[in-house]
């Protein structure tokens, strides 16, 4: 089983992008989808999650201007990032997590927001 994430890219202030994340094999209908970011010289930080119920989980720093929402028909999970600012600025990865022993981790894509 693969993640692969896409989406990232360069952006001015106030901008907005939406990174996916594909799957393969109905993972996100059964596991928790996690989308974690890593800035240079900070630790990897958990942004946005989204369980099989439909919770959502944010944090603080991205309420209200980050979405993630789940397409089971595709197996894809998405984050919508709206007004985006410079200390978005991150690899992006996005993780699906059925335990704690049992998670998937995507390749990071590159998030980069200009001042």
């Known amino acids: 089983v693969q993640l692969q994430a896409s989406g990232g890219g360069l952006v001015q202030a106030g901008g907005s992008l939406r990174l996916s994340c594909a799957a393969s094999?109905?993972?996100?209908?059964?596991?928790?989808a996690n989308w974690y970011r890593q800035a240079p010289g900070n630790q990897r930080e958990l942004v946005a999650s989204?369980?099989?119920?439909?919770?959502?989980n944010y944090v603080d720093s991205v309420k209200g201007r980050f979405t993630i929402s789940r397409d089971n028909t595709k197996d894809t999970v998405y984050l919508q990032m709206n007004n985006l600012k410079p200390e978005d600025t991150a690899v992006y990865y996005c993780?699906?997590?059925?335990?704690?022993?049992?998670?998937?981790w995507g390749q990071g894509t590159l998030v980069t927001v200009s001042s």
């Open positions: 989204l369980n099989t119920g439909g919770s959502v």
């Open positions: 094999g109905n993972i996100f209908r059964y596991f928790t």
């Open positions: 993780s699906a997590r059925l335990d704690p022993a049992n998670v998937l």
